[in-house]
């Protein structure tokens, strides 16, 4: 019988028409155990946009139109601005008119329970649209607890932060509805080394006020509305806060040398910037400027591990749900035992990931707990490290599964791949974070007694996780006590400890068969970090929990 060769058979129907809140039961069960059965609720119109065709067209043009910097006009003037497809302004549109961007600050402060549990959810949902945008919308959430150490300035801008509307363009911010935040660290002799910044601040004759005088290696979003910076004052390493217009409507001098052709992050614009003049109101005093912008630094960190997290949790949708709609040697691929054992490996990874990032939020919402507080001290560079170091194996691993459909950019995977390192390496590498890890614990005595007690919570409920927090525990030990191997093994401890954290997570509130397979794997002796070579367990169950359903 003779085929239409005009016709495809055996192909998987595009996913779309999902929700990608209420259809994530690892995301479901997180965020009603940290939060309540209402958040999830309100959830819910997130996730079925961000699972809408619509939504998944949107994200493809962001990506393939990349920004364009246009540095004069038409008449010669200096104007350094990026312009955007429709599609990116779509996306932001929506990112926060759902409350994504600083929106839980205002929210926490008027008496609102879980705001930053369901910002987080609501994240890393709409992060599955296009994860590249997210980037201004990371940075303007973390911009309001690093301004807080200026009521003034604090006051002036986090109501624009705050606001649920999207208003594009470069005019002063008074005359705005809503704005957006980007930050200017590293320079390009020092990268994460930001004490040897060179950029130089001069006071004015206002007080508070100076100019500045440099260069900026990374600086994502040129086109946001304000700026933490860092540069050096007389008394050191200082934080300042720059406006991209000034309040008489002029431009502040702000030169946009260029945009970098990045790996993956296509639509978002990274740019270096000159700064030469350029006007700065000094935010904290002189020379505390890490220990201003380190909040600032901590927020986007958790949105790395969001950010990981959604796109682990994007690339087990699309492969399982491939595998459950295609046919090969005789039956469909996810009934395939070793296909199965992959889809199930992954699929567990992910809900590891999406546990302790919720954990990580509902420490945020808790910060006046000085358990919580010293919780996040230690668990978000631990997070940082593993969950953002796992994703790149993890979504090449998932995009396998589509074999070479995966590989064509029309499938998203190649997406998802070329962003996958990204989060690994913003806001400090995975040796930087590891590294963090070592100075919180010699530094911070409560930080270690806060792991222990949160791992501890799930003690005797696995005889594996009993063994790792022990051996654990014996590792911390003996490198804390032999400095000349510390840093050697800095990022070994990382893994141990945060691989802890999610068992303990998974045995205290997963399902069985999820927190049987993440103990016998990861927290075993024979783990070798290969995807799909899980010893037992009830992968089958594991498998259906993580498929989509349309």
């Not at 910002?119 to 590249?132: I, Q």
């Not at 594996?464 to 840093?487: F, K, Q, V």
Request: proline content about 4%; overall charge negative; hydrophobic content about 45%.
């Amino acid at each position: 019988m003779r085929s239409d060769i005009r016709v495809a058979t055996n192909q998987a129907p595009l996913l779309a028409g999902h929700n990608i809140v209420t259809g994530d039961r690892s995301l479901v069960e997180a965020v009603t155990r940290h939060a309540s059965e209402e958040v999830v609720e309100d959830l819910a119109a997130i996730g079925a946009e961000a699972g809408t065709a619509e939504a998944r067209e949107h994200g493809m043009l962001a990506n393939e139109n990349h920004p364009r910097l246009v540095s004069y006009d038409r008449y010669g003037n200096r104007v350094d601005e990026v312009e955007f497809h429709p599609s990116w302004h779509w996306l932001m549109g929506r990112a926060v008119g759902h409350g994504l961007a600083a929106a839980p600050w205002e929210q926490q402060d008027d008496g609102a329970a879980h705001a930053h549990v369901r910002r987080a959810a609501g994240f890393m949902a709409w992060s599955h649209t296009e994860p590249g945008h997210g980037c201004p919308i990371s940075m303007t959430y973390a911009a309001v607890p690093a301004l807080r150490a200026d009521d003034a300035l604090a006051k002036e801008w986090t109501p624009l932060l705050a606001s649920t509307t999207y208003d594009p363009g470069l005019r002063v911010a008074s005359g705005k509805l809503g704005a957006l935040a980007g930050m200017g660290m590293t320079e390009k002799q020092g990268g994460s080394d930001v004490r040897a910044n060179v950029t130089q601040a001069r006071p004015t004759a206002v007080d508070g006020e100076y100019t500045l005088h440099g260069h900026k290696w990374f600086t994502s979003a040129p086109m946001n509305d304000v700026f933490l910076v860092l540069a050096q004052a007389a008394g050191g390493v200082t934080c300042f806060v720059v406006p991209r217009v000034l309040p008489d409507g002029s431009r502040n001098r702000l030169d946009v040398v260029r945009l970098k052709d990045k790996l993956g992050n296509r639509s978002n614009a990274s740019s270096e910037l000159e700064l030469d003049g350029t006007l700065a109101h000094r935010l904290g005093d002189e020379g505390r400027g890490v220990r201003t912008i380190i909040e600032m630094v901590a927020a986007t960190r958790l949105d790395c591990v969001l950010g990981s997290t959604s796109l682990m949790r994007r690339a087990v949708n699309e492969a399982t749900w491939h595998t459950a709609h295609r046919s090969a040697f005789g039956s469909v691929l996810a009934d395939k035992p070793l296909m199965q054992n992959v889809l199930a490996d992954l699929a567990v990874e992910a809900e590891a990931a999406t546990a302790l990032a919720i954990r990580l939020a509902a420490a945020v919402d808790g910060l006046a707990d000085p358990h919580e507080a010293a919780l996040r001290r230690i668990a978000l560079p631990l997070a940082k490290f593993w969950v953002c170091k796992r994703t790149p194996g993890h979504v090449a691993e998932a995009l396998e599964c589509l074999g070479g459909n995966g590989y064509v950019e029309e499938s998203g995977m190649p997406l998802l791949y070329r962003e996958a390192p990204l989060n690994s390496v913003w806001e400090g590498s995975g040796n930087v974070n590891a590294l963090d890890v070592l100075r919180a614990l010699g530094r911070e005595p409560e930080v270690l007694d806060a792991w222990i007690t949160e791992v501890g919570r799930a003690r005797g409920g696995d005889v594996r996780l009993d063994r790792a927090i022990e051996e654990t525990l014996a590792l911390i030990g003996s490198l804390m006590g032999d400095p000349t191997s510390l840093e050697v093994n800095a990022r070994r401890l990382a893994g141990r400890m945060a691989a802890c954290l999610q068992g303990s997570l998974l045995v205290r509130f997963g399902p069985p068969e999820v927190a049987d397979v993440f103990c016998a794997s990861r927290l075993g002796t024979s783990y070798d970090g290969v995807y799909g070579a899980l010893d037992g367990g009830d992968l089958r169950a594991i498998v259906d929990r993580a498929t989509p359903v349309v």
